[in-house]
């Protein structure tokens, strides 16, 4: 006779929350019209469908290690649900500039298996269609226009979801269905050209005083306190903007003074700004860089080998690789990226004279020395390399004040263990610090509507230190990127966070410092309060909502 074999303690959650992912997976490739009534509400019923899995389950009856889970898939499901109704209302508000589709949906839905269709009505809609767009194009100047640009988007990206839509149903049955190919060719052509320049007309159509180019030419999404707020208390933490504004401006002025310092050991006085440019120009020549970047690499594992601070597996030191950065990838990632592989920016013989030097001062020794270990050991690489093999399921409810919070606890620790010997190797991590306060202040800003992209770089140039290009990257990147609103300022908040847990136990001798690390990478990617729940043991209530006030 066959029996369900148990499911061992801890690991009550993993079939839920890997069915989930299984779920949301197949309806993402089945319902590709992303801007329709059609996929937000088969979304929303995904999300009741998961809340009521979840209502099924008894929470008292599971291990310590399910109930984080519980809480955390919960949490997802809620902030995912939030998200997806702030999306739906946005769309909602244009949903008029395809009131002319609903033939061409239908044709789309059809499409999917493979309905045998009539090619000479495919072509009356074709037709038909294009007369109702080329007159929606026609009447669009005297309608009234949108309140925003960011609202005028949307209007347009819900006609390009539809021709892309369009493009891919048509080219299911194009040359392969003789008559609908025969019929459809001609009218499909002209109704394209027709949604392509009503398209590009509606980017346009709006009135605002929020102006889409500051002059920057970036152009990103100012995301409002109201999602802000809401961001904050998804990733568990419990305080508002303003108050983590004042956390941006306190850790900029102590990395001020810090710089004022290692400029004085320098020669330059309070200069601090002489002395980041005589760092800058520390650089190594060309060709020289990723020799660099592995010798500072084999330094930071030898260093945390050497004060124990943490177990490293031979195979962790032994996979991770190197990548040049592309020069158009450079434009929005001027410094690294990590993780099993560290992506290395330097100039390329495509960049003009002032593009070079910009980069290689940049990325100086350094300022090098300050993030050669967040990127591979103990920061990222180490991060992907753990998380693949404890508690893998967990990395879908992971935070990015967990993920860049500990790359950057690395660099507070490194620095205050003496890892930079020289005033120029401080320096070095002291910009990076520096830029991580930053960041804290000209994102919230910008999404705040505070700060305009060019203020922002403007604020990188002059506050932090940046070269004016790598700053423009910077900027770019954390608005145009497809990041998160809170990704830019959770390094230093987390980082923020995983300092006051040491505190609580390393300093406090309950664990030593190697065993504290240790049992963070074992724990996968979730959020630092809660985290600190399992380190230290404690029961959380089915009703647990964040309430850790880590900044006291």
Known sequence: MLTTPAIPQGFEMFEPISQYQADRGTLERKYTIKQSQEYFDRIDRLYEDWHAVLDEIHYGSLSSDAKVEYLLFRNFLNKSAFFHSLEREDVEKVAHVTDFASGLYEFIRERRRGKTVDGAQIAKLFHEAAIRVNLAVELLEDQPEFDSWMIAERASDVVKDLRENLTEAYGFYYGYHPEFTWWAEKPYEELIKAITSYEELLKDHFSSTLAKDDGSGIVGKPEGRHALINRLQYEYIPYTPEELLQVGEEQLAWCRNEMITASRDMGFGDDWRAALEYVKDQYVPAGEQPEMINRLAEEAIAFIEVNDLLTVPELAKETWRMVMMSPERQLVSPFFLGGEAIWISFPTNTMDHDAKLMSMRGNNPHFCMAVVHHELIAGHHMQGFMNQRYKPHRRMLGSPFWLEGWALHWEFLLYEMGLPQTPEDRMGF????????????????????????????????????????????????????????LYQLAYMIGGIQFKALKAELVDTGEMTIKQFHDAVMRQNNIPVELLRAVLKGEELPENYSTSWRFLE
């Open 430 to 485: 002291l910009f990076w610090r520096k830029h991580r306060a930053a960041r804290i202040i000209f994102s919230l800003k910008y999404h705040l509507e505070e700060m305009t992209p060019q203020e922002c770089i403007d604020f990188l140039v002059h506050e932090v230190g940046h070269e004016r290009a790598n700053a423009e990257a910077e900027v770019r990147r954390s608005f145009t990127g497809r990041y998160d609103p």
